[in-house]
């Protein structure tokens, strides 16, 4: 039972736009979301978080928004860099638990 | 800054053989966690440690058994592995929520 998807698997973007990668929940419990960005061949790199108290967070050229009633949360990247391609998964915890549900992950693509 | 290390980085094993992963925590993390990402899927969790003592258990074979040590770092034992164990193994320590990854184990059963 996947309680945390990511419907677009892959999504390619020209160099300078916008990459907006989504991601949506069933668990209402969870209340930490992550995305993490990933290399073929090495772990997870920690990216961005959002508590559930904000519905914003932004760091740098990355920017996480969170839609608690749609249980549905999106990463921006912009303006969106060839060395931005990878897969990017997000993670989900609720705060009965330390554990982590993780994304099937999107593989981004940007084209120079 | 010193990031999570595992290792070995990569194993071969043949059926029913045994495999044991190790992982070193970022100093001062008190929290390991374990996952496993087959070909194509998702990171999966299957242990956590808080201070050495088990403080989660997700969808870990009874065949695999792990430990936090008294210096933090943790062991993933895995006995009788079959094919279906191929798979990249992560650990992650955190301190408060946010987990940090190490580069993986990648195990081939042969």
């Known amino acids: 039972d996947q309680q945390v998807k990511q419907n677009s698997p892959s999504l390619s973007v020209q160099e300078g736009r916008i990459s907006i990668l989504n991601c949506d929940y069933t668990?209402?419990?969870?209340?930490?979301f992550l995305w993490y960005k990933k290399y073929p061949a090495e772990g997870p790199t920690f990216l961005i978080s959002?508590?559930?108290?904000?519905d914003k967070n932004e760091d740098g050229r990355f920017t996480v928004f969170l839609n608690k009633s749609a249980k549905h949360l999106s990463l921006h990247i912009v303006p969106s860099q060839p060395g931005d391609s990878a897969v990017y998964f997000c993670?989900?915890?609720?705060?009965?638990?330390?554990?982590?549900?993780f994304g099937t992950g999107t593989s981004l693509t940007v084209i120079p | 800054a010193a990031g999570v290390i595992q290792s070995p980085r990569h194993l071969i094993k043949e059926k029913r053989e045994t495999a044991t992963l190790k992982c070193y925590p970022i100093?001062?993390?008190?929290?390991v966690y374990w996952y496993q990402q087959g070909p194509g899927q998702d990171p999966q969790f299957l242990i956590s440690?808080?201070?050495?003592?088990?403080?989660d258990k997700g969808s870990i074979p009874d065949r695999f058994s792990a430990q936090q040590f008294s210096d933090y770092h943790s062991e993933l034992n895995m006995s009788s592995l079959e094919l279906g164990d191929s798979a990249l193994y992560f650990c992650a320590s955190s301190f408060l929520r946010e987990q940090f990854f190490g580069p993986g184990t990648r195990l081939t059963v042969l």
């Open positions: 100093p001062r993390h008190d929290t």
């Open positions: 440690f808080y201070e050495k003592m088990q403080s």
């Open positions: 959002i508590s559930s108290i904000k």
């Open positions: 668990n209402s419990m969870f209340d930490y």
């Open positions: 993670a989900a915890s609720a705060h009965t638990g330390n554990q982590f549900y």
